[in-house]
């Protein structure tokens, strides 16, 4: 584009600002006026200002900034906001107690005269000298003192002011100081070049929208409500916006100085530079270690309090209560919410099992965690039942505290793990969150510990409401369950209370003896089954009749004998183990591992009962090399009652299969990998009264 084009274009865009400025200015006067009174004596003032400013804006419009109509009211203008801002200063009544301000307003009413003056005396001696660089810079000089002595009075005006009328005077202050720091830095520029700044003086209608806004901001009833809070997330987006320019503000300028400095090689100095500058900022934009130092570094210097905490609670209601069936579970969004206030890029939610010990309950973006089973100890889970204390790991390590002894090693030798937050409700601990390091390391402060011990609590709530509504389900499913077994059992005692009668009636009335001996066998064997199957449903689920010292060989090898043929099966028995318990519950219990082994593993390929010596118990895993469980299987569902990955299957076994170990005082573990296999160990206490024979 060709210099005359140039100017033409920006002749042009100075053109539409300036007469936006000064209908904005126009439309704020009449709109004022109404409202004057709110400015006291100096509500008349401001509107014979605004209407002079709206004149001056035109003549910027029509005649250019070189015209002696456009400089004659430019003087007008800064006369009208001198008056104005002496009769503020009269608004609170100080008036008479700033004296000396009324030589500087007397001074500032000389020089802002004395421009249109010069300009009229250089056109009447010779027209030629309104282009002598030198009378333009002396001009430029006389304006750039003006506007920094009309700075000084908004600043006295501002600052001195009591608290009620400051809070009226905030928004026009601020006007002032917009167009005259705009004024200051357009006149410096013309003064250093000794030319008029035409790009950056078509920029100034622009300015004066803004101040005719700020106007009549100040002229509202209740513009004392009207506070500029804008968001932290905004804050960040325009400190970052400001950080980018003028990251490229001195990126160009340096890149000019080296056009200038660097002789015969500045093209390339130039260039190389640029290309260097750009690749580095590219490279630094998407860093999150440079946001979370940016964000951490504003949190600290500009706001009050670290935490926007309407933003953070309503981000934690929103990701806990998420409605989207693609959601994670409550457990991974309990650790999400809790992360997401502290910046924590992942975390470990702990949660207590059926035993009451406290385990692993769910992973958020952290796979690599070690936590072995139980993750805390009991005296650990007894100080926070009573303590909502949260535990700066960091700070235990380096040896702080009273507490390091409650926390395991596991907890304190993994190297991201930054914060340990108990989660309890009604006294009692309902689980912790364990958060990793954020990306821009910090130490815990006392906002911290306050927003997190409340989430906590509310967190609490959450899951132990969750966890009484599963109850409630299992419950209700229990209470179905048992009424439907309440009619087998009826039906079966009818008929067991039948078969019991035909056998006597046949004992006096049948005629063939053989017929009747045999009749008698079938019947006797019969009712004996039908009575067995009713005492079996009789006491279904944890109870165990009777405890005697049982040799496990004898039992593994009687459940194999009905999958001979079907499927291979192989019992070792290590150790010949008797132990205390009920043959029938540990029948049933092997008999339902065994068969979930069976159905599991492919066809031809062979399951292990191994039976050894554990200490003072015995040990009987059932090994198979199937399909496999997920962790997530194994941790929340595979023990829970009517949950099966069966077709058809009521999902009763392995729940009754636990339930009957620890009625015989044992306890049973399951490994399992997804595409390996999986072992069930079982761990039954050894026969007191039993004497080992050693081979």
């Not at 006291?40 to 250019?64: D, F, Y």
């Not at 506007?147 to 600052?159: E, F, M």
């Not at 992942?346 to 010990?357: A, N, Q």
């Amino acid at each position: 584009m060709s210099t005359i084009a140039a100017q033409s274009l920006w002749g042009t865009i100075a053109d539409v600002t300036h007469g936006a400025g000064a209908v904005a200015a126009v439309t704020v006067a009449v709109a004022v006026w109404s409202h004057r009174d709110r400015f006291g004596s100096a509500g008349g003032a401001i509107v014979a200002a605004l209407v002079t400013h709206a004149l001056w804006c035109l003549s910027m419009a029509v005649e250019g900034a070189g015209s002696l109509a456009t400089t004659s009211l430019l003087a007008l203008r800064n006369l009208a906001w001198l008056a104005t801002l002496y009769r503020l200063f009269a608004h609170d009544g100080r008036l008479t107690s700033v004296r000396p301000v009324r030589p500087v307003i007397v001074a500032l009413t000389l020089v802002d005269l004395l421009v249109p003056a010069v300009f009229v005396a250089e056109y009447r001696v010779d027209p030629g000298l309104l282009a002598d660089p030198a009378l333009g810079r002396f001009n430029m000089l006389l304006l750039m003192l003006a506007v920094v002595g009309s700075l000084v009075l908004v600043h006295n005006l501002y600052v001195g002011a009591d608290p009620q009328p400051r809070a009226m005077l905030r928004w026009p202050a601020l006007g002032f100081a917009a167009v005259w720091v705009f004024e200051l830095n357009l006149y410096t520029v013309a003064y250093l070049d000794s030319d008029w700044p035409l790009q950056l003086s078509a920029l100034h209608g622009v300015i004066d929208v803004a101040f005719a806004v700020l106007i009549s901001i100040g002229a509202m009833r209740r513009h004392e409500m009207l506070r500029i809070r804008p968001s932290r997330a905004m804050t960040f987006h325009s400190v970052s916006l400001l950080v980018m320019g003028a990251y490229f503000v001195a990126m160009i300028g340096v890149a000019q100085w080296l056009a200038y400095a660097g002789g015969n090689y500045a093209r390339w100095l130039q260039y190389g530079f640029i290309i260097l500058a750009t690749a580095a900022a590219l490279l630094m934009l998407p860093s999150r270690r440079l946001r979370g130092w940016l964000r951490v570094t504003m949190v600290k210097h500009l706001f009050q309090h670290r935490y926007d905490y309407r933003a953070e609670w309503m981000r934690f209601t929103r990701t806990i209560g998420s409605p989207d069936e693609e959601a994670p579970p409550l457990h991974q969004r309990a650790i999400q919410a809790v992360a997401d206030i502290t910046d924590s890029p992942s975390g470990l939610l702990l949660v207590p099992d059926d035993m009451g010990e406290i385990v692993l309950g769910a992973r958020w973006r952290w796979p690599t965690a070690d936590v072995p089973g139980p993750a805390l100890s009991p005296e650990a889970v007894r100080f926070f039942d009573t303590h909502d204390f949260i535990i700066d790991l960091d700070d235990l390590r380096d040896g702080g505290g009273d507490e390091s002894h409650l926390i395991p090693a596991w907890l304190r030798d993994e190297p991201l793990a930054w914060a340990l937050v108990p989660l309890v409700h009604d006294d009692r601990m309902v689980g912790a969150v364990v958060l990793a390091r954020p990306p821009q390391a910090r130490k815990l402060d006392w906002e911290d510990f306050d927003l997190l011990r409340l989430v906590g609590q509310q967190l609490a709530t959450y899951l132990a409401e969750h966890r009484g509504q599963l109850a409630l389900a299992e419950a209700s499913r229990f209470d179905d369950f048992h009424r439907r077994i309440a009619f087998v059992m009826h039906d079966i005692k009818n008929l067991s209370s039948q078969l019991t009668l035909l056998t006597r009636n046949a004992e006096r009335h049948a005629e063939n003896p053989e017929f009747r001996a045999d009749m008698l066998v079938t019947l006797r064997n019969s009712a004996e089954k039908l009575n067995t199957l009713v005492a079996r449903l009789s006491r279904y689920g944890s109870q165990v009749d009777k405890v005697e010292p049982v040799a496990l060989g004898g039992i593994a090898r009687e459940v194999v004998k009905p999958f001979e043929g079907r499927h291979p099966v192989e019992v070792i028995e290590r150790d010949p183990c008797v132990v205390s318990g009920n043959s029938h519950s540990i029948e049933q219990v092997l008999t339902h591992l065994l068969q979930n082994a069976v159905e599991a593993s492919p066809q031809g390929n062979p399951v292990f009962i191994a039976i050894s010596e554990d200490g003072a118990a015995a040990r009987i895993e059932v090994v198979d090399s199937g399909s496999g469980m997920s962790e997530d299987f194994v941790r929340n569902r595979l023990f829970r009652p009517f949950v099966s990955t069966k077709p058809g299957g009521f999902g009763i076994g392995v729940y009754e299969a636990r339930e009957l170990v620890k009625a015989m005082k044992g306890n049973i573990l399951v490994e399992s990998r997804e595409g390996i296999g999986t072992r069930f160990v079982v761990r039954l206490p050894l026969a007191s009264a039993h004497k080992r024979k050693v081979a």
